[in-house]
């Protein structure tokens, strides 16, 4: 089944660890996002790309990065991880802009 | 800027109801509008979206949703609600030249039998 392919589904973390989130689609789709959902706040855009080789800052980018190298993966890194960062992070794609966004089932991540 | 308000977190109808949820959103541009819904440990669905054309927007599972540029209101609607709606949903809006989606805080319905 086409779609969006998430990994860990679930991560316990020490702060000041590493730690890179993948995600894969299989839609070819341009564009694709990370969002981090918390209680309370809804979903906030972390980093997006309109296309592969290309990126840019969402709403709350501090303390991420995520990379393009090609149209199926957008990996979402946290260089050293804060308990600030615990959240639920998904992954998400779309044709083109202004187009419906897909969903993975997103990553759990616990920073302690 | 934009922006989307969900009002009401929660929302409880019974069984059978009508289901109605808020939305309502800022925007200097003619605005792209969605609803989605998440279910536990899941990802986002779509139910529907307008961009332009007919205000009155059909989904999925019996949902619609009505456009009302005056009013700057996306409401979502059910005539019946069923328990398998007991979700969270979420209303958005994409602007212009941009593909960023900015969410409102969501609204948790529970459906009472």
């Known amino acids: 089944i086409a779609g969006i392919t998430q990994a860990p589904t679930s991560q316990i973390l020490a702060a000041g660890r590493r730690m890179t989130l993948r995600c894969t689609q299989d839609?070819?789709?341009?564009?694709m996002y990370w969002y981090r959902q918390d209680l309370g706040l809804g979903l906030r855009l972390i980093h997006y790309?309109?296309?592969?080789?290309?990126?840019g800052k969402g709403e709350v980018p501090d303390g991420y990065s995520v990379s393009r190298a090609n149209t199926d993966d957008f990996p979402l890194t946290l260089a050293s991880a804060v308990p600030s960062q615990t959240s639920v992070y998904f992954c998400?794609?779309?044709?083109?802009?202004?187009?419906?966004?897909?969903f993975g089932d997103g990553t759990r991540l616990s920073i302690l | 800027a934009q922006s989307v308000t969900q009002l009401g977190s929660h929302v409880s109808v019974s069984e059978g109801a009508l289901v109605l949820l808020r939305c309502n959103y800022s925007?200097?541009?003619?605005?792209?509008l969605f609803w989605y819904v998440q279910y536990p440990n899941q990802g986002l669905q779509l139910l529907l979206k307008?961009?332009?054309?007919?205000?009155l927007v059909k989904g999925i599972n019996g949902f619609e949703a009505e456009f009302k540029k005056s009013e700057t209101s996306f409401h979502l609607t059910k005539p019946s609600a069923h328990m398998s709606d007991a979700a969270e949903y979420f209303c958005?809006?994409?602007?212009?030249?941009?593909?960023?989606?900015?969410f409102g805080t969501g609204t948790l319905l529970a459906v009472q039998p």
């Open positions: 998400a794609s779309s044709e083109d802009r202004n187009q419906p966004q897909h």
């Open positions: 839609m070819r789709h341009n564009a």
């Open positions: 790309s309109n296309t592969a080789g290309t990126t």
């Open positions: 925007s200097s541009v003619p605005p792209y």
């Open positions: 307008y961009t332009t054309g007919a205000t």
């Open positions: 958005a809006v994409s602007v212009g030249a941009t593909n960023k989606l900015i």
